[in-house]
């Protein structure tokens, strides 16, 4: 079965770059989405096939997706920003996510 | 506003069933897939699969073959998932979310990706 990867944590510093990769074998070959999720909350769609934003994400937030590897990368990064991200792509009529990383804004 | 308002939390035996609803509003019920995801305590996001609404086909993640089901009530706009046999590894927080499509001016596509979620339903599985 296909199988994305991320590390498990990521950390930034205030008004820095925060890059979190996902793998995957030929993962550019297929659209990659991202999620943000909260303590206590539900997921939230932060970018869509690759690197779209939907309304109401702010354009910090951007996203990339070639060879084996899609990026969600959030320039200027918040303390708001803090939470699990996880990777989503679709595979062979099954949607796969990523194992999540928690990003650490300190 | 598109809205997806699931069924209260659960506390179930091992080997009991578990149904929880999901109610749709806001948008057409009929045109857009529903998925089921759930979330074990400090775990990641587990896929269970994906119901069409509109004819009520489904397609499962293979580990959750033969134990799930996923139907729909168009009359209420309501989808459900129970899922049977359950042991204390299925404790979780369940979501349901829908599927964004994609349209052009003739036709629309699926996306595979969900732009709408529930608020989640807490399943606990204990003797």
């Known amino acids: 079965s296909y199988e994305l990867t991320q590390p498990p944590s990521v950390s930034v510093s205030p008004g820095q770059t925060a890059s979190i990769t996902c793998s995957g074998d030929?993962?550019?070959?297929?659209?990659a989405c991202w999620y943000q999720q909260k303590p206590g909350q539900s997921p939230v769609l932060v970018i869509y096939?690759?690197?779209n934003r939907p309304s109401g994400i702010p354009e910090r937030f951007s996203g990339s997706n070639s060879g084996n590897t899609a990026t969600l990368t959030i320039r200027g990064t918040q303390a708001v920003d803090e939470a699990d991200y996880y990777c989503?792509?679709?595979?062979?009529?099954?949607?796969?996510f990523g194992g999540g990383t928690k990003l650490t804004v300190l | 506003q598109v809205q997806l308002v699931q069924s209260g939390a659960e506390v179930k035996r091992p080997g009991a069933s578990v149904k929880i609803s999901c109610k749709a509003s806001g948008y057409s019920f009929s045109s857009y897939f529903l998925h089921w995801v759930r979330q074990a305590p400090g775990q990641g996001l587990e896929w269970l699969g994906v119901i069409n609404p509109g004819g009520g086909a489904t397609n499962y993640a293979q580990k959750f073959q033969g134990r799930v089901a996923m139907t729909r009530d168009t009359a209420t706009r309501t989808v459900y998932m129970e899922l049977t046999s359950l042991r204390s590894d299925d404790t979780a927080v369940y979501y349901c979310a829908r599927e964004a499509k994609s349209c052009t001016d003739t036709r629309c596509y699926p996306t595979h990706y969900m732009d709408v979620w529930g608020i989640g339903t807490t399943v606990t599985v204990s003797s």
């Open positions: 989503q792509a679709w595979d062979s009529s099954t949607v796969v």
């Open positions: 030929k993962l550019g070959n297929k659209y």
């Open positions: 096939q690759d690197n």
